[in-house]
Structures are given as structure tokens and as C-alpha cells.
């Protein structure tokens, strides 16, 4: 994406920290401006209507709620799921745990309790034993939510395998399940394996479309009937009732029709980052660890935060996620080319930085 900088000169930012940096493509703003809208807090916006029909039915849903973010969706599930005090088991390095603000004690009232994965993956087995018997002196434990592809795992995919012995486990305990599916897209991209067939072991998804799918807003909650009927009314509480919001669905629904596919493309060009990262000094990461859209790397010497400015200043973007860890995210705004351009100013600024 190419942004001005100090006002007068254009130059080409490279920007992997996020794939929710993507801009509306020129189809997409048409498909936006043309859409057909009404209050939709009426239940009247036929295009916010069709989006949430259409991943009900992709994910095999009864319903969907479209909301502006994930993170709304994922405590719209969580306050539905629970009442105050109940506990909510997660991994300890789920996005619900580490990046939504502490929003589950604040706006559920619920505790969360973190099992330890690899690369944000757990075993049944996990679950067993993390599991407490009744006592009065435990909060009740409600819900287990997984994250699939999991972001700080490096965009890591759950296997089908692992999620239904997970599932087994939750429902022996009459446990519910939450799908954190912000790239669930990434997931059946990656696999093969449909949204459906994932989605199946959960009494709630939340997917989003605008990450790699490239849409400016919007996330959904997908579940029964009755579920999603209870999540809109905390939709409603939360102040996420939207008006003409058929404008921004008409982006998602365009998104879904037209950008999961290629998200392949995106898997490609991560693996070539990662493959050529892994040759450099001072960088440390094993390449066929990510299957998605995101690589995550140890960096030896500099610490993280600084070198990303340093690098920022040179064009390319990425993320710092720890004292020495550094993360980028391939999506639609950047092609083969681009990489293959960070990957030169990259080398360039460790070789700069004392690594050569
Ligand atoms: N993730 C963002 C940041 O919040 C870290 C990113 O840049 O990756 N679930 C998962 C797995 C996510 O990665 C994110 C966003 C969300 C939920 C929340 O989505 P939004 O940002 O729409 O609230």
C-alpha cells in the first residue's frame, strides 16, 4: 500500500503487522456503494440480513450476528455463554485472554483460567486435567473457548482430530464450546477441511472479515437459533446495534464471496518470508511451523521494539509481540514482489544493526 509520508513524498510502506491493515479493493467500495440498506436494529437492512444468513450457512449455523469487531463477538458469546462468577477456560495465550483488555471479568463478570499450550494447541487430556470437581469453593466452569487459526501460536491450525477430542472431553463435563474463528478462513484454506466441519464441535463461532478477507469491518456470531437471539440482545446492551450497516456487510459479504480463496496466496508468501528469514543472523524461527498467514520470530540481540522502528523507518512494517519476538502477517495488501522487497530492507537493517 503506498501512503504519503511527511506530506508531500509517496513511498511504498511494506505493512505486515496485521492483516487487518487491508483497504477495501475498487470492486469491493462498489459493491459497498451500491448496497441496499435499512435500520437494522429493525431487522430491516436486507444486506446485513443476506451476510448473516450466508455464514450461518457456510459455517452450518442456525444463525449469525454481524458486529463490528471480534472482539465484540467473542464477549457477546462469552457473556451469553455465562453468568457473573462463572469461569471460562482458554489458552493462556488466546486473544480473549491477552488482547481483549480484560473484557471477560468486565463485562460477564467471568474469571478466566488459562491451560498452557503448544503453539496454542491443547489435548483433551489438557482439558481433564485442568478440570476441578464441583466444590463450593471453585467458580463453576462454563464455557472453553479455542482459537483456530491461533494468532500468537503463529497462525497455527488446530487439527480436527485435537478439536474433537477437546469437544468429547467439554461435553462428558456438560461444558460449552466457543470457536474463536477470526481466521477460521486461513484454516480450511490451509487444510482443506471446510468452515462446517470445524464449526460442528462449537456452540458459538465468531469469523471475521476484516482480516485476510479484506474487509474495512465486521465480525460474526454464528450459533443456534436461540443463542444468537440471546447475543443480539447483549449486542443491543453493548451499544452494538447499527443502523444502515448493510454498507460495511455489503464489504463482508464481497469478502466472503470473493477473498477466501486467495488467501492461499497469502500462505505461499508467508512461507517464503519464513523460509528466507530463517537464513538470516540473529533471526530464529523454523519455517515449517506456519501453515497460515502469519510468522512469528525470535529475534537475538536487538530488542524488538526498537529494531521494529528502525525498520518501520526503512518501509517495512512489523509488529513487536514480545521483548524479543517479532511478528508478520501476509494479506491481500502485499504480493510476491513486495516480499521479496521487505525481505532486502529487513537484511539490510540487521546487517546495519551489527548482524551480517
Ligand atoms: N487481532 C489483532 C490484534 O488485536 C492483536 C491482530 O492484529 O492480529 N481474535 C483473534 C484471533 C484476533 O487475532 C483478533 C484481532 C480478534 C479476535 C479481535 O478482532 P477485532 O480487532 O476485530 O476486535
Partial sequence: MTQTISGTQARRIIDLRSDTVTLPTAEMRGA??????????????????????????????????FVPSGTMAN?????????????????????IVYYEAGAPAALSGATCRCLTGRRG??????????????????PPTRLVCLENTHNRGGGSVWPL???????????QHGLRLHLDGARLWNA???TGVPERAYAT??????????????????????GSAEFVARAR????????????????????????????????EDHVNAQTLARRLATLPGVELDPASFETNIVVFRLDGVPA????????????????????????????????????????????????????
Fill in 233 to 264: 440482545r447483549f449486542r443491543k446492551q453493548l451499544g452494538g446495534g447499527m443502523r444502515q450497516a448493510g454498507i460495511i456487510a455489503a464489504g463482508a459479504l464481497f469478502a466472503l464471496e470473493h477473498h477466501r480463496a486467495r488467501l492461499a
Fill in 32 to 65: 459497498m456503494a451500491a448496497a441496499e440498506v435499512g435500520d437494522d436494529v429493525f431487522g430491516e437492512d436486507p444486506t446485513v440480513r443476506r451476510l448473516e444468513a450466508r455464514t450461518a450457512e457456510i459455517l452450518g449455523k442456525e444463525a449469525a450476528v
Fill in 75 to 95: 464477549q457477546l458469546a462469552i457473556r451469553a455463554h455465562t453468568e457473573p462468577g462463572d469461569e471460562v477456560l482458554a489458552e493462556a495465550n488466546a486473544h
Fill in 161 to 171: 482430530t485435537e478439536i474433537a477430542g477437546v469437544a468429547t472431553v467439554a461435553r
Fill in 305 to 356: 521494539r526498537d529494531w521494529v522502528r528502525i525498520l518501520d523507518d526503512a518501509g517495512v512494517r512489523l509488529l513487536a509481540t514480545g521483548p524479543n519476538l517479532v511478528r508478520a502477517v501476509t494479506h491481500l495488501g502485499v504480493s510476491a514482489t513486495d516480499i521479496a522487497a521487505a525481505l532486502e530492507i529487513i537484511k539490510d537493517s540487521l546487517r546495519r544493526n551489527g548482524r551480517s
Fill in 188 to 190: 480450511s484454506v490451509a
Fill in 201 to 222: 464441535h462449537f456452540e458459538s463461532v465468531n469469523v471475521c472479515f476484516s482480516k485476510g478477507l479484506g474487509a474495512p469491518v465486521g465480525s460474526a456470531l454464528a
Fill in 121 to 138: 494447541i491443547f489435548s483433551g487430556a489438557d482439558l481433564e486435567a485442568a478440570l476441578r470437581p464441583a466444590d463450593i469453593h471453585f
